[in-house]
């Protein structure tokens, strides 16, 4: 580990994990880091485009999207890279100076993108619950002003804990212990009661159904809406539990002194993982989204 003071750097355990870990396993991670943040950048680049002609997606909700996709554009853009020239810098020659100032750029871009991001996955799932607990009223609540406010508090939140993360302190992994399983906590718990309530709905909605058709009436289909549209964003959140439960696991075992090379870049690059797959789950599960890529590519092309 490198821990070098006055002229030189000092970095932590996470800046340099990968020093100990075999140059084979270095490069496998670095070329599949350098596919994810090629991957990552045009797809969210492509998203956000077409999210801005998309007009039949609710604002506010709209809005979190955007927000979501800025992050993994950033990611792609900025963190990736970062991320390999640390990977590079365990097989060739790199000044002690360079991978300072890296390791700062890092930590802080790190910190904060990661963190929107999830924070910003995470009240999706709570707008949503909200959109169904509220009914009528939500469109009232929910704001477009309201959740401007929520999204740039998220930024400023992060931006505190890059800050943290650069001065030094450790007590950031303590604090993103209890926040990330949280997060995950928040939306696993969302998702179960609207689906408990979807599902009482349903069972509500097909006994009035019966009777209206045994009186010639319509079968109600808000409900039926409501769950394609959960059901498309459930993919989005189900995918962020995926690759942010492995990480939340290693970071509480990391503060409670037990720790892993291999783990720790594993479960990092499952989460910039994370940047590549929401544009093809946008894609594959929201209709809109869809047709307005394949119109951007046509155009492209």
Known sequence: MVNITGDGIFTSKLDTV???????????????????????????ALILIALHKVSSIHPPTKLFFRCLAVTDLFVGVIVQPLYQTFLLSRITEVNDNVVFYVSELYNVFSWILCGVSLVTSTAISVDRLLALSLGLRYRHVVTLRRVRVFIISFW?????????????????????????????????FCYMKIY?????????????????????????LNILRYKKSVSSISWVQLALVACYV??????????????????????L?????????????????????????????????
């Open 196 to 220: 408990l309530r979807v599902r009482h709905q349903q069972v509500q909605v097909q006994d009035h159904a019966s009777q209206g058709l045994a009186n010639g009436g319509d079968i109600p």
């Open 246 to 267: 492995p990480f939340g696991i290693v970071l509480v075992l990391y503060v409670n002194g037990i720790e892993n090379d291999v783990a720790w870049v594993a479960t």
């Open 156 to 188: 400023l939140i992060s931006a505190a804990f890059g800050s943290i993360r650069m001065s030094g302190s450790d007590i950031i992994f303590t604090l993103a212990a209890i926040i990330v399983p949280l997060c995950l906590m928040t939306s696993i």
């Open 269 to 301: 690059t499952l989460v910039y993982f994370n940047s590549s797959l929401n544009p093809i789950l946008y894609c594959w599960k929201i209709r809109e989204v869809r047709q307005a890529v394949k119109n951007i590519l046509r155009q492209l092309l």
């Open 18 to 44: 990968f020093m100990e870990l075999p140059v084979g396993t270095v490069k496998c991670f670095l070329a599949l880091n350098i596919f994810l943040s090629i991957t990552a950048s045009p797809g969210n």
